[in-house]
T-cell receptor, first 119, second 111 residues
């Protein structure tokens, strides 16, 4: 079974600085999807970024980028020019590309990293 | 605007009562999901449904039930058999292999 591990329960960053959140996963599959979700104090889950395992190029969305290391099974999120609104829980999630229609297609979440942004 | 709505935002239940959480989506997504979130935990899957009139148990289905009579609706009932129902409940939907979109959640508290 696949697992997702976020080893940093809490992180802190100064406004305008850069921070990197770590995520590792365990799988025997070769094709899958990885996601970072943000959960602000409102508790609404918001998709930050998505990475397809078959793509070597790291995904980027404005100030958010990932470092996807497939061989190392690592998927870190870098937030540049941190803003106060970035303060939230961040969840890493894995989804198999096989078996859609069964349980293999479901998201598997890490336990999250709480990010604080200091003004 | 397309999206997912959950109601109520806050729900209080007495011991021994069944309660139903509502989840509606107008995104025309085939798949819908229910998650439970506890402090210090990630999201755990309760039930999911890939198509109308079909649903499967997730990792923590005991004490919960669902129905999927319409594409846009996926209500979750928390039964009296659920021993520790106080939690935050999130509903989500997806289409194919795309990412899941989440509703705003319902906070359930047992009195």
């Amino acid at each position: 079974a696949q697992t997702v591990t976020q080893s940093q329960p809490e992180m802190s960053v100064q406004e305008a600085e850069t921070v990197t959140l770590s995520c590792t996963y365990d799988t025997s599959e070769s094709d899958y999807y990885l996601f970072w979700y943000k959960q602000p104090p409102s508790r609404q889950m918001i998709l930050v970024i998505r990475q397809e395992a078959y793509k070597q190029q790291n995904a980027t969305e404005n100030r958010f980028s990932v470092n996807f290391q497939k061989a190392a099974k690592s998927f870190s999120l870098k937030i540049s020019d941190s803003q106060l609104g970035d303060a939230a829980m961040y969840f890493c999630a894995y989804r198999s590309a096989y078996g859609y229609g069964g349980s293999q297609g479901n998201l598997i979440f890490g336990k999250g990293t709480k990010l604080s942004v200091k003004p | 605007d397309g999206g997912i709505t959950q109601s109520p935002k806050y729900l209080f239940r007495k011991e021994g009562q069944n309660v139903t959480l509502s989840c509606e989506q107008n995104l025309n997504h085939d798949a819908m999901y229910w998650y439970r979130q506890d402090p210090g935990q990630g999201l755990r899957l309760i039930y999911y449904s890939q198509i109308v009139n079909d649903f499967q148990k997730g990792d923590i289905a005991e004490g919960y039930s669902v129905s999927r009579e319409k594409k846009e609706s996926f209500p979750l009932t928390v039964t009296s058999a659920q021993k520790n129902p106080t939690a935050f409940y999130l509903c989500a939907s997806s289409q194919g292999w795309l990412e899941q979109f989440f509703g705003p959640g319902t906070r359930l508290t047992v009195l």
